[in-house]
């Protein structure tokens, strides 16, 4: 069994969070959650991508990498889901609130996080001080792209703190954010 486990490539899995945006694709259309959200969410989309298709140095994948979505509509979906669009968005702190009294997505994602070896969220501040007050994710466990008002937050929870720069993530902070992943994959 153990020689079993030595030949095994594990991937690390890791776990990436955003909000919608009101920037949709096609409304009209059944897409995938992943699909379906263009303008601000399109940097997390391509960290996505960077990040599903970045190679070790043998060649190997060198993450598993997951992808949801926090909706005014539907609550958190995974990015493989299929939605339509909608004219409901969140911008305000009251509004994420709402939301997730009837969603309860701050709960299910909090929950969500366990399995995975490293989170990396990218939201607005509002949405992001609900996880904080929550206090769900794991000590160490999480990529903080959010606001500096949030800084000693993230350290005291030995959480990883970004600036947001850019839309959503920025292309420095993505640098950041594969660098981070690269060390975490050869622990």
């Known amino acids: 069994m153990t020689q079993l486990m030595t030949d095994l490539h594990l991937n690390k899995r890791i776990l990436i969070v955003t909000n919608d945006s009101k920037v949709f694709k096609d409304k009209n259309r059944l897409l995938s959650a992943f699909e379906m959200f263009e303008g601000r969410a399109t940097e997390v989309k391509n960290l996505v991508a960077r990040l599903d298709t970045a190679m070790d140095d043998k060649g190997k994948k060198l993450c598993d990498v997951s992808y949801g979505v926090i909706t005014a509509r539907y609550g958190f979906v995974?990015?493989?889901y299929m939605i339509t669009g909608y004219d409901e968005t969140m911008d305000t702190r009251e509004e994420f609130?709402?939301?997730d009294e009837k969603k309860s997505f701050v709960d299910q994602v909090s929950y969500l996080t366990r399995p995975f070896d490293k989170v990396i969220f990218c939201m607005p501040k509002e949405?992001?001080?609900l996880f904080l007050e929550a206090d769900g994710?794991?000590?160490g466990k999480l990529i903080a792209v959010t606001n500096p008002e949030f800084e000693e937050e993230c350290r005291k929870r030995d959480w990883v703190y970004l600036e947001r720069k850019g839309a959503r993530v920025g292309s420095?902070?993505?640098d950041r954010i594969e660098q981070l992943v690269r060390?975490?994959?050869k622990q």
């Open 78 to 80: 995974p990015g493989n």
């Open 97 to 99: 609130k709402a939301v």
């Open 127 to 129: 949405m992001f001080r």
């Open 137 to 139: 994710i794991d000590n």
């Open 172 to 174: 420095e902070n993505a």
């Open 183 to 185: 060390e975490l994959c």
